[in-house]
Structure formats: structure tokens, C-alpha cells
């Protein structure tokens, strides 16, 4: 994972991950502290898009707490002693496939999501299939944000069409 392809926001969220993880005593960060990162983030681009995609923000980050809650506690745990789990190396790789594929010289939020959908574990499929997070209906709320534009510097989401 290479900082330096990140945008701010998406790095930031990786960070905002790490912490929460560290909340929870949890030794490694996984899927789910990334997406409450996502999900969490005030004004950001992914709860924006989830909302237009008609999905129950407020209940799905509420549930990513509850499977946060049920993962497993140590103590002593710090953020620089937080690693990341196999799923989500798998999932932040496929999203920086996703911004190659796009032809986007950052790694955004949303690539981000996409990696989240192209390589779920049990728990964020599961979420994803109850509050019906389908990659197509994000893709086409992406779509009408992003419209023709690319993730050409570090911040684009003030370049994307309001929301």
C-alpha cells in the first residue's frame, strides 16, 4: 500500500480505520473498520453516493459497529502495531487496480469501495447483500458525481458535480 498514489481522503480513511481498530482493541484492521472509516466520513463522497443509491446509511454504519463489536479483543493494542488483514491487502489492491483500469492517477474513496465490493469478506458481503450495496447501482451513482472526470490530483472530490 503506497500512500503516495492515495488521495487525502482515501488515505485519510485508511488512517480513521486504523484508529477506530485501535478503539476496539482490535489487532488488525479489516474490511469493516474501513468502510465505518468510509461511511463515517463527514461530508464524504461514499455516504453521499450510498444515500443517492436509496441504502440506510445511519442503520448499515450501526451494523458495521455491531460486527466490529463481535471481532476479537487485545489488549495493549496501538495504532502502530495495527496490521491489516489479508481481505482488506486483497481489497486496497484491487483498488488500486480499479483507479489503473480507470485510467486515474490516485486512489480515491471510491476505489476504495470498489475494492471493498471486488473482494468482500464473509461480514461486508453479508451487509452488502442486507442493505442491498450492489457494485452496478454504485458505478451509476459514481457515474452522475464523477461524470467524465478523472482522480487526476490528490483531492478531486472538489472537481466532482455537487451533490
Do not use: W
Not at 461514499?46 to 441504502?55: E, N, Q, R, Y
Amino acid at each position: 500500500m503506497n500512500f503516495q498514489n492515495m488521495t487525502q481522503k482515501s488515505a485519510e480513511a485508511i488512517r480513521a480505520g486504523q484508529n477506530i481498530a485501535a478503539e476496539h482493541a482490535n489487532q488488525d484492521m479489516r474490511e469493516e473498520h474501513l468502510l465505518l472509516a468510509l461511511l463515517s466520513a463527514d461530508g464524504g463522497l461514499i455516504p453521499s453516493l450510498l444515500d443517492k443509491m436509496g441504502v440506510a446509511t445511519a442503520a448499515l454504519r450501526s451494523s458495521i459497529e455491531d460486527e466490529i463489536n463481535k471481532l476479537p479483543k487485545v489488549s495493549g493494542v496501538t495504532n502502530d502495531r495495527i496490521y491489516l488483514s489479508g481481505d482488506l491487502d486483497r481489497a486496497i489492491t484491487a483498488a488500486e487496480n480499479e483507479a489503473k483500469k480507470m485510467k486515474d492517477s490516485y486512489v480515491s474513496v471510491e476505489h476504495l469501495m470498489l475494492g471493498l465490493f471486488a473482494h468482500p469478506n464473509a461480514a461486508v458481503k453479508k451487509l452488502f447483500d442486507e442493505y442491498d450495496v450492489k457494485k452496478n447501482a454504485f458505478l451509476e451513482a459514481l457515474r452522475t458525481v464523477r461524470g467524465a472526470r478523472g482522480v487526476q490530483s490528490d483531492n478531486p472530490e472538489d472537481t466532482y458535480d455537487a451533490l
